[in-house]
């Protein structure tokens, strides 16, 4: 965490107004649960666009699970599409329309599980896409079941017994198929770095470099049973997530 | 300029998807479709490929082709995929979201057997996947052609029935027609007088002459302009059920308004016969063959042919059935184009209709022969 921390663009670190420039007002207030990680993704990336300036570029493509809730959250061209089936969808439109910027914004059930065939494959052909992975460690909108993310001995809907104890780290998976690609693992509780992240992970695509992969650690306090109890939420996401997710540049 | 020339039929319809103007193509190698995808990559490969910006990906699956398509379509891309058989059934996904978002996909379907992996040249057996695959009430538009002329036809006229009705289409055909080598007359569509619709952007796109809330269902849409710039949410996530009504109800009312126009369909033989046989595809072709073959005995049949087989041209055969003594549905299947017949003529014919059902087998024009010869 300490490297994210640093590599962050202090000028970025004043948030002047509540609200990235490029958030659609009228969807306020969004709908997630309170104390959810995704706004605090969703308000990075927004501001991240905003500093880069392509809001009128941006494709903005999300998946379904929790996700799919932001899909009026921006004024920014934006398609839900089917689960897993996003980062596809955002391949169809970067190859047709070049000078777009395609952003692919799914769960760890979306890319790791039913989408993983199309995540690798995409990193593998070198895309010239931005997946953003939004990692809660289970899936959160359809009750809170087992995930590839979810850690060893984690209770949840499906394995209430606690979880075995295999679980995937993306980025590394990632880097394994394409040295070239941007890749990194971010933390919402780090916001100016995460802001930061997703600038540079926007810039790779803009510069045509090829594949840019962002997971970012989240917190799900309803599935993790903590809701009303933040300083537990915090606690698990920054301790105990963190322990297996790496927060860094690959 | 138009030219002839002897080619197999997955190579006519590559040849007529770049006369129609279509800029990318995105698939999956399957059998007996797979001689697409290669036109396609030497096409988009080739000098003069690279000056169109043409696009082609071979995707990992055909349902990540089939939202790959569904991206492209996004951002006004004369796009289309081809696939077939348990392919078929994957890309379904897709076909879905582009029935709920009106999205103008293009696909080619060659059929093989079925069901499961079956044998991989023919069958007629993915019709009711075609029309009505999916989770959704069937608003899709799909033509089935009869030789590989009609390949070459059918292939430019599916784009623009795409893109002026903003349905997804598709091209229903079959390894035979596919695989098979013909002489077909290639042309420019121009020539014909044929104007291609534009692609216009649903994303990333500030021109349009027809609002996205004159063709999106409402339901789906968030539009806004900011600045003077349009930006455009799509969704397909609802929370109430009168919204997927809405969604269906509206999608219902622009299919049926636009049906009469798109139906198409042929008749052939003596309009007197009072033995009357329904067929699509290259069954078709074998019927008309047997209808010439009987009419050399004195004995005379004719054809009714859906082109279109959804939508279904039910009223022209109630119509052609009105006087037929007997009446046979001849297929490689079993009761798919038999549905479609019997639902057209449920309550309008006293006579029993017999099907002739040959699942993922050809029907020879000796076998409709026999069919026609036995007796009442």
Request: proline fraction near 6%; glycine fraction near 8%.
């Amino acid at each position: 965490m300490a490297d994210i921390i640093h590599n962050a663009n202090p000028a970025a670190d004043s948030v002047a107004s509540a609200f990235p420039k490029c958030v659609r007002v009228e969807s306020k207030p969004h709908l997630y649960c309170p104390g959810c990680g995704h706004p605090e993704v969703l308000k990075a990336l927004g501001l991240a666009i905003d500093d880069l300036g392509i809001q009128r570029r941006v494709v903005f493509g999300i998946d379904i699970g929790c996700s799919l809730l932001a899909w009026n959250y921006f004024n920014l061209d934006t398609v839900e599409t089917h689960h897993g089936r996003t980062i596809p969808t955002m391949v169809g439109v970067k190859r047709s329309k070049p000078e777009s910027v395609a952003v692919a914004y799914v769960g760890d059930g979306g890319a790791y599980a039913i989408g993983a065939g199309s995540l690798l494959n995409a990193a593998v052909r070198n895309e010239n896409i931005l997946v953003i992975v939004v990692n809660n460690a289970l899936y959160a909108m359809t009750g809170g079941q087992e995930s590839p993310t979810t850690l060893p001995g984690m209770k949840v809907a499906t394995a209430p017994y606690g979880a075995d104890q295999y679980f995937i780290r993306a980025p590394e998976v990632i880097r394994s198929v394409n040295s070239t690609a941007f890749v990194a693992r971010g933390i919402t509780t780090v916001l100016p770095a995460l802001r930061a992240l997703l600038k540079s992970a926007l810039q790779h695509q803009m510069d045509g470099k090829g594949f840019a992969f962002v997971e970012v650690l989240a917190q799900c306090p309803l599935n993790w049973g903590t809701m009303g109890d933040p300083k537990a939420t915090i606690d698990f996401l920054e301790r105990e997530m963190t322990k297996e997710f790496p927060v860094k540049r690959y | 300029m138009s030219e002839k020339k002897f080619i197999m039929g997955n190579e006519a319809i590559g040849r007529a998807a770049r006369a129609a103007g279509a800029r990318a193509m995105f698939g999956y190698p399957i059998t007996p479709s797979s001689e697409i995808l290669h036109f396609w990559s030497g096409e988009a490969g080739s000098e003069q490929g690279k000056k169109d910006n043409l696009v082609f990906t071979q995707a990992e699956d055909e349902a990540a082709a089939g939202f790959m398509l569904i991206g492209s379509v996004l951002v006004g891309t004369r796009a289309f995929t081809a696939t077939g058989g348990p392919g078929h059934v994957i890309m379904q996904d897709a076909f879905a979201m582009a029935e709920a978002m009106r999205f103008p996909i293009v696909a080619i379907v060659m059929q093989r057997g079925g069901p499961s992996t079956s044998t991989v040249v023919y069958s007629q057996s993915e019709v009711t996947l075609a029309c009505f695959g999916g989770n959704g009430n069937g608003y899709r538009i799909v033509y089935s052609p009869a030789s590989i002329q009609e390949l070459y036809d059918y292939t430019i006229k599916v784009f623009n029935t795409a893109w002026k009705y903003r349905f997804p289409t598709m091209l229903l055909s079959d390894g035979y027609l596919g695989k098979m080598m013909d002489e077909v007359e290639l042309y420019d569509p121009a020539e014909r007088g044929i104007v291609m619709e534009p692609a216009e952007p649903y994303s990333q796109g500030q021109v349009r002459t027809r609002p996205l809330a004159a063709i999106v269902p409402s339901p789906e849409l968030d539009a806004r302009v900011v600045d003077g710039v349009e930006y455009a949410c799509f969704r397909n996530c609802l929370n109430f059920e009168e919204e997927a009504l809405a969604v269906n109800m509206e999608t219902k009312t622009a299919f049926d308004a636009v049906a009469p126009e798109i139906i198409e369909y042929e008749e052939y033989g003596d309009k007197d016969a009072s033995t009357l046989i329904i067929a699509h595809g290259i069954v078709s072709a074998s019927v008309k063959q047997a209808i010439d073959n009987l009419k050399e005995k004195g004995v005379f049949a004719r054809l009714f042919r859906p082109i279109t087989l959804n939508p279904f041209p039910a009223e022209q055969l109630r119509t052609s059935a009105k006087n037929a003594k007997r009446i046979f549905v001849a297929e490689s299947a079993v009761g798919q184009l038999g549905k479609l017949a019997a639902h057209a003529l449920c309550g309008t014919v006293s006579v029993p209709i017999v099907e002739y059902s040959r699942p993922s087998i050809g029907i020879l024009p000796k076998e409709i022969e026999a069919l026609v010869m036995q007796p009442a």
